[in-house]
Structure formats: C-alpha cells, structure tokens
C-alpha cells in the first residue's frame, strides 16, 4: 500500500497543503506541527513521489558531468577528491549528479545536446578546461547553467573555479633552482588543456627570473599518467645531458617519472629531484616522499558543487571568479638528505 499525503493528513487532523509544507520546512508551519508531520510520515512509511515534485517544481534536481573517454578521469585520485567534494555539497541539498562517458565515436557536444534537452539536467559541471573549449562556447550558446573546473583563454566570460597553475610552478621551480639545480626538465601535458598551458607560462617566467638556461629538448610532452610519465622519464635521462631536476604537470606523471629514475639505477632524491602538482594521497607514501604543489581537491569541489547548485535554482552568484592560490609541499624526492 502506498502512503500519501492524504493519509498522513487524516492521520494527524491538518490539510494535505500543510501536510505538504511542513514536510518541506516552510517557515509558516509551526515547529510542533511540522515535527508531529514528520514523525507521522516516518512511521506510516511515506515516502515522497520525488519525480512528481521534480515536475511540480519543473526542475530536474540533477546536475550533469560528461567525461572524455581519454586521459585518466576517475583513476586520477586529484580528479576523484575533487569530485567527492562536488558530490558532497550537491547531495546536501537533494540533487543528483549523473556522470557520463562521453561515446569516443559521436560528436563531444551531442552528449551535450542530449543531456540539457528536455532540461534531463538543470546544470553542468565542466572539468579540464582547454584553451579554445567548444563545449562552453555551446553552453553559453544555449543559455545552459554551468560552472567549469578551469579558465579558458578565449575572453569569454563564464563562472568557473580555477587553482593559480602559473604560481604553482614558479614555486615548483624556484625551489629546485635554490637547490642549485641549473638543468630543470618539464614533463607536461597536452598543451590543449589550460592548466597545462599557465603551468608551462610559469616554469618559463621562473626559469627566466631564476637566470636558468631554456633548453626546449628537456620539456617533453606526455599522457597526464604515470604510464606517461614513466615515458617522458625515460626519454629525459636517454639524453646525453639529462637534466638533474624534473617538474611534472601532476603527481602521477611524477610517480611515473621516479619509477623510471630508479629503473635507471639513479637515487631520486639525491641524483635527481623530482616534483609534482596536486599532492594526491600517494605523495605522502610514495618511496620517496614526493615534492609536489597541493590543491585543496575537496574544498574545489565543494566550491563547484555550491556554485552549480546556485545557478540550477536560478540564484545570482557572489563570486563568478574563483581562483585558488596553491602551496608548496618539499619532501624527500627533491632534497633527500634534509630527512635523513
């Protein structure tokens, strides 16, 4: 037997109106009668008819994220805490967030089409921004509600959450110069990507302020994974001059890139020094300890989540603009003798 809104009025003498707004906290319902509702409700075994209140309120509650079948999506621990924080403040005020794989044989944009037709979503949450990005050109196109993970480089004005690449990496760099590291390698990521392009605008500014010599064979571009890393690792210290240091695009190609020095008999820490971007759990255990550029993923998430939930409900924004700064963390890969 399904219980109604019907039933729980009988029940405790009030109308299904106030039945109904006591269950959904409006202020014009007494405390105790919304307290005496709601206990009815729970020991008659009501349970609200959510599609109903979704066409009532014409709002879908559910929010879309549409990921490229290439790169390491899910499997990137940064990516994965960043979306547990959007999942998190979404799920706190009773939305929905459904994730798809974009199909690698259609168009991008007709997953986009598909999705915000018939309003199936009331918004989308846009992650690793490139430089020239189609995707939020077609949603501002189409009046759709969106925050993105990352800036474009296009003009184009659009909420978004995004961490200070370009500082990240002058910190990065300035610290392995302070070590004395004169020959600094860059393993980077698809220059499509906009993160990808601030951090390379800052290890050029820093290797420049820092009076470092430009040596374009030591930046090598690779899969933002530790396979990728591995790689470009690989391919670096094949060279007849390697370099003694290495900044990465994020910390799994790091990982990748110590994998390959040890393989090649090298001591990271001490022959060469090595430094990532993120600090993902595996950067506190890895062996060594690895020098990286934290992001606080979580609290990006959130930030995202409660921008995106925001423009859904129609509600103007406080801040359109987030940019986050990082900070440095030094561990044994980039200096092993200062933790022995």
């Given at each position: ?35 005496l ?10 349970m ?40 998190d ?5 009773g ?31 846009v992650?690793r ?10 949603l ?52 499509d ?13 820093a290797m ?18 530790q396979?990728g ?34 393989d ?20 506190e ?16 998430g ?7 939930v ?8 406080s ?10 963390i ?11």
């Amino acid at each position: 037997m399904t219980i109604t809104l019907k039933d729980i009025a009988r029940r405790v003498n009030r109308s299904v109106t106030t039945v109904s707004r006591a269950l959904h906290d409006y202020d014009d319902v007494n405390e105790e009668t919304r307290e005496l509702v709601k206990r009815t409700a729970r020991e008659l075994g009501y349970m609200p008819n959510v599609v109903a209140q979704r066409l009532q309120k014409r709002r879908a509650d559910t929010l879309g994220l549409i990921l490229s079948t290439s790169g390491p999506r899910l499997s990137d621990p940064h990516f994965g805490e960043v979306l547990a924080g959007v999942s998190d403040e979404v799920a706190q005020v009773g939305f929905d967030l459904l994730i798809s794989i974009s199909d690698p044989s259609l168009d991008e944009l007709e997953l986009y089409r598909q999705k915000i037709s018939g309003r199936r979503v009331d918004g989308v949450l846009v992650v690793r921004t490139r430089c020239h990005d189609e995707r939020v050109e077609f949603l501002l196109r189409h009046n759709v509600p969106f925050v993105a993970y990352g800036r474009t480089l296009d003009g184009r004005d659009f909420p978004y959450v995004d961490v200070d690449h370009a500082a990240g990496m002058r910190a990065s760099v300035q610290h392995l110069s302070d070590l004395g590291h004169r020959r600094i390698g860059f393993v980077t990521g698809s220059p499509d990507f906009t993160l990808v392009h601030y951090q390379m605008e800052g290890f050029r500014q820093a290797m420049t302020a820092c009076a470092l010599p430009a040596d374009e064979s030591l930046v090598v571009e690779a899969d933002l994974t530790q396979r990728g890393g591995y790689g470009a690792g690989q391919a670096l210290f094949s060279q007849s001059d390697p370099p003694t240091a290495i900044v990465t695009s994020n910390d799994l190609m790091a990982l990748g890139v110590m994998s390959a020095a040890q393989d090649q008999g090298l001591d990271v820490g001490r022959d060469i020094a090595v430094s990532g971007f993120d600090d993902i759990p595996l950067a506190e255990t890895s062996h060594p300890t690895l020098t990286t550029v934290r992001q606080p993923a979580h609290r990006l998430g959130q930030l995202l989540g409660h921008m995106l939930v925001g423009l859904a409900r129609g509600e103007p924004l406080s801040e359109q603009h987030v940019l986050i700064q990082p900070s440095l963390i030094i561990r044994q890969s980039t200096d092993l003798d200062l933790w022995l």
